[in-house]
């Protein structure tokens, strides 16, 4: 059995209908229970009398419940919100203000303190703590209705919803299910969070072939053996993940083909592929197949693929981000027309129809190219041999252990609290790669360093996810300027890192 997002229905039904679809952290289904659980929950869906585009927020971590009602979602055209447990609660509680949402699936056993109209729990019983209010809270375009509405880290100090519609999401697929192999036998191993789209990828992969979608909580990866056991058990083809979530495993002497004989891909996505990463891995896994595929969330799940093979690794030093998918373009926009790199502009069905209510930042960021939609990425990129090169970024957002996180959305929550007058945000790189986020602040009041510390900590622990929590926080009296004017953030490094050296 399969599922079809074009016709939304689930098709050869009659072809292994105990294969299982989900092993999630909780429990492992199979694909006539997918069916069934599914069609059950669209039937509560009905019973709740939920208006096509008010969205829906779906919550936990990795239970076998969180997928299936994303597909529900997808099924009866409800649009979702997916929120994963690394987000503190004041982060959901924001992010349902803004989009007033009513609804709320607990995939996970956990009480919520949330005042949200309906709950559905991992049984399917609904609690209804007021009657809901949809005025105004209905979203998107008949003829294109909004699918997900997914958060992301945002400069101005509030989390960013990248709105994607169906037609988006069906672009995607059809790419995905011709250009990367991958096929009904296929076992995929699943472990962001579902809040970043790079877990949508092996959803919609698996679903749509007929797959296995395995999910691993932070629990169970955290174990690395008894990690690498689930693989092997549950016969895990396809490895989707950050370059970083990779990089913890690489020196583990049981990380290799002989012990993972199952693993035939990885798939990298979501932050630069380093090409060193590529030479171990084709040490310890020689047949395996290495994708690395680029792409924002602003143009659903990713752009561009290209297969790292070992003539790639050992010609480019800095490994292409690959071809464009057919359906769409890539253009870079050059300051200068005599320069080789420019701003890398995505083109396309599946660049989203903008930031949830955000005009002034939709009418920086998105724009229509030759009648479609175009999103200006911010990443810095060149074209050689065909093939699209990312060498960096033109603005503050960067990329740590794989989590996309805008430095100023850091400062911006820290100048929230009483007793800090003024904060900026650096990110600390070796070989492009951010070892530490560090912020500097100016305090109203004189305060003791620890107990600014700790205090701006918990503070930061109620608003941000754990990984947007800098890894220092430096007292300073004023902010160095250059000659433009602007705070000079190499001079405060400078002097960060020559303090660092003294202690
Ligand atoms: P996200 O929206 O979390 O997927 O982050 C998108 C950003 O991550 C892009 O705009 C790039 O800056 C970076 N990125 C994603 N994939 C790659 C890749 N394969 N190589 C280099 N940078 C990447």
Redesign the pocket.
Known sequence: MKYNFKTKQFSEIETAPKKLAIAGSDRDIDWDTLKTKTEQLVKVFNEIGIPNGHPVIIYGHKEYLFPLAILACIHSNTTYIPIDKIYPIDRIKKIIEKTGSQILINCSEETLDINIAITINSSFNTTVNFIPDYSNKIYGIPEDPLQYIMF?SGSTGEPKGVQITQNSILTFLNWAQKDFGFCSDDVFMNQAPFT???SLCDVLNSFSHGGTLVLNSTNIVKDQEAFFKRLVNYKCSVWTSTPSFAYLFLRHPDFNAEKIYTIKTFL??????PNRTCSILKKSFNDVRIL???????ATIVTTLVEITDDVISKYPMLP?GFPMPASKIVIEKLDPNDKEGELIIVGEHVSIGYFKNDELNKQKFFLHEGKRAFK???LAYYENEMVF?IG?NDD?V?MHGF?IELNEISNVLCKNDLISDAVTIALKRNNEVKKIVSFVIVKEPIQKEELNQHLVAFLNTTLPYYMIPGDLVTVGSFPYSTSHKIDKNKLIEDYLKQQFNN
């Open positions: 992301t970043f789209d790079v990298f996505m979501g932050e630069e592929l690395n595929a680029y792409g924002p969330t602003e981000i990425t911010g990443d990312c970024r957002q990329k996309r």
